[in-house]
């Protein structure tokens, strides 16, 4: 029956991801506004459904809460649209005329994105939209303990995009989800690019694909707090970020690291704002339950109130309990708080000064979120300066919570649900993920500079109305400039014949000059014009003879054009 299954999952990855093929090739083809257009409804139409979405999330999965992911879907459906909508994704996205480079976006081709758990409908709509901004088609594989909400989640958005227009086959998601069929998913023929959100089993099943991949590791994140710290601001925000949807965000704090001469003040503003402080006796306790025997995360308690953990740890605790804090003196898989717990559970660490706060820090990342985000809670820019260099993470927000402040939330940085943590964590990319991400980018390079001097000066301008390669595209004209090297050794052979001729004939004049009045004969345009030349010709009122084979130097050709000097013939 299990073989069957597979068998059945199998399949089903290859009839959608064949339908996606079919219908990518009817999507490549709208313009921006089809695509707008459809991005608009899908987004509408998620923001009305986040409650119920979010509801149906923490009913199939057990994991965080109503409000909390609810938040997220608005976040998803509102925040990321928001910044996803100006974009450019069509056609021409980007201009360079002083560099002579046109840029073009292209599809990726079909995508298949990978949804996690513990936050599902967020995660889809995030990636729905992102994906179709940018011209993909995307088939969903839902991790088996929130299939409902994920499909859920892709019928509300998909609805809403074929109203606006979007070709059937261009949204779907597996409903029969097992690793066999993410697996073929993965490594289809026409599967142009992987977005994997989970565990590093299923990065590394992503990686080794064969295909191209967007994967992220996970998260150890530390939370600092130095002795120039707001320390009321910093307690809200770590337990803001703590408690958020009960700690699901892979970004939320893991463990506080405090500077020695605040340590006792922040251990009381966490007991007067909800969190719990564990004896060591209730530590033992709680680590028993933390780790299962191969030492990983016990995921009974991932996504779990503080209040449930401590009762299942036998500890009694306040019923407004936010968070459990546990004071240890390592890191490592014998300090079981050290992991990244996915829940309202705080490692706390005392030390002197900021640099042995930088060292511990460091110590957590490796154990686990190297490349992914740190908070740091100072009011001394040197000591966040000195974290900023030598911290093991891409996203080092500053007085805010860890958990909004990555994914772009209280913080101007790309609001995005996939939080890539660079080389250092086994990730391709330190971005987070948005559509320009999923995008391939033609460049159309005319050339600057010229191997065969006497072919400088051609007008770009000429070959574009003669090819019309971008319709619409503007570039200066005449931009083929050769580099200083070039003109270096002009100017230096032009000096030799010059000395060498001194004696036998007169010298070739300089740059043609012509009065502004009438001439008896054509002038002669000159091979080359510097800046000087140019401002001669000013004070003098006269102007110079150019044509396509002159060499202007870039100072020359700037203050000449815009004077009008250059006459050419």
């Not at 073989?3 to 990518?24: F, G, H, M, P």
């Not at 890191?331 to 005392?350: H, M, N, Q, T």
């Not at 958990?403 to 990730?427: A, D």
Request: hydrophobic share 40%; aromatic share 6%; with cysteine.
């Amino acid at each position: 029956m299990i073989s069957d299954k597979d068998l059945q999952s199998i399949q089903e990855a290859r009839t959608l991801v064949n339908e996606a093929y079919e219908a990518q090739q009817h999507l490549s083809q709208f313009s921006q506004e089809q695509v707008d257009a459809i991005v608009d409804k899908m987004a509408y139409a998620a923001q009305s459904q986040s409650e119920g979405l979010a509801k149906l999330a923490v009913e199939e999965t057990g994991y965080g809460n109503i409000p909390d992911k609810t938040i997220k879907n608005r976040f998803a459906a509102e925040n990321i649209y928001r910044y996803i909508r100006p974009v450019k994704t069509v056609g021409v996205i980007k201009e360079d005329r002083q560099n002579g480079i046109v840029e073009i976006a292209t599809p990726a081709g079909v995508v298949c994105a990978v949804i996690p758990s513990t936050n599902p409908t967020s995660t889809a709509i995030y990636k729905i939209l992102i994906c179709i901004k940018a011209r993909n088609c995307i088939v969903l594989s839902p991790h088996p303990a929130a299939a409902h909400c994920i499909e859920e989640t892709t019928r509300v958005m998909k609805e809403a995009a074929h109203e606006a227009g979007l070709p059937h086959g261009c949204i779907s998601c597996m409903r029969i989800p097992t690793i066999e069929g993410t697996t073929e998913l993965m490594k289809h023929k026409y599967t142009s690019l992987i977005l994997a959100t989970g565990g590093m089993g299923l990065v590394k099943a992503a990686y080794s694909s064969g295909k191209p991949a967007f994967g992220v590791g996970p998260g150890n994140v530390p939370a600092y707090v130095d002795r120039s710290a707001d320390v009321q601001k910093a307690i809200q925000d770590i337990l803001a970020g703590k408690c958020f949807d009960y700690g699901t965000l892979c970004s939320s704090e893991q463990a506080i690291v405090a500077d020695r001469p605040v340590a006792q003040e922040v251990f009381e503003k966490l007991k007067r704002s909800g969190a719990y402080i564990l004896s060591s006796e209730e530590v033992e306790k709680l680590n028993r339950i933390v780790m299962i025997q191969n030492r990983s995360l016990n995921t009974a308690i991932v996504g779990k109130s503080a209040k449930r953990i401590a009762e299942m740890a036998g500890i009694s605790v306040p019923a407004d309990t936010r968070a459990l804090v546990g004071k240890i003196e390592g890191v490592g898989r014998d300090y079981p708080l050290s992991i990244e717990k996915l829940s309202p559970i705080l490692a706390f660490y005392v030390v002197d000064g900021w640099k042995k706060g930088c060292e511990r820090c460091n110590e957590i990342l490796r154990f686990g979120g190297t490349g992914h985000t740190l908070a740091v809670h100072a009011d001394d820019p040197n000591v966040v300066h000195q974290f900023a260099l030598h911290k093991l993470a891409f996203r080092i927000v500053v007085n805010t919570p860890a958990s909004h402040g990555s994914i772009g939330y209280t913080t101007n940085l790309v609001p995005s649900l996939t939080l890539g943590c660079g080389t250092w964590g086994g990730n391709i990319t330190t971005d987070n993920i948005s559509a320009l991400n999923l995008i391939n980018i033609k460049r159309l390079a005319y050339e600057t500079r010229p191997i065969h001097p006497s072919g400088a000066g051609v007008s770009t301008r000429s070959l574009i109305s003669q090819h019309e390669v971008v319709p619409g595209a503007v570039i200066s004209s005449t931009i083929n400039i050769p580099n200083r090297e070039v003109i270096r050794e002009i100017v230096e052979e032009f000096l030799r014949k010059k000395t060498s001729d001194s004696t036998s004939a007169p010298l070739p004049p300089s740059p043609v000059k012509m009065s502004c009045g009438t001439s008896s004969s054509p002038p002669k345009p000159v091979a080359f014009v510097c800046e000087d030349d140019v401002r001669r010709a000013i004070d003098r009122n006269e102007k110079i003879a150019v044509n396509a084979k002159t060499i202007i130097t870039p100072a020359a050709r700037d203050l000449g054009e815009e004077r009008q000097v250059f006459s050419w013939v």
